[in-house]
């Protein structure tokens, strides 16, 4: 594993320093994490906004969700 550096914010460190202490956790595990889920909601986000980009410029079509839940047999 690769140690990098970052500077926090007082608030973020402030933050993470009662965490710590009220659950006796080491704070990297907490910070690797919160990257961990941060990085997730950010490559969703990415895909997502590529994904809008190909339908508008009409290379990639959408499927109503009717026809999709009656695909998977998940009509109601």
């Not at 956790?25 to 809008?52: F, K, P, T």
């Not at 990639?60 to 999709?68: F, N």
């Amino acid at each position: 594993m690769e140690t990098i550096s970052i500077q926090l914010p007082d608030d973020v460190l402030t933050r993470l320093r009662e965490l710590t202490r009220a659950t006796g956790q080491d704070g990297n595990e907490y910070l690797v994490e919160a990257i961990r889920e941060s990085l997730d909601d950010l490559e969703d986000l990415h895909d997502a906004q590529q994904r809008m980009i190909e339908i508008r410029a009409g290379r990639s079509k959408t499927t109503p969700l009717e026809e999709v839940m009656k695909r998977y047999g998940l009509e109601s």
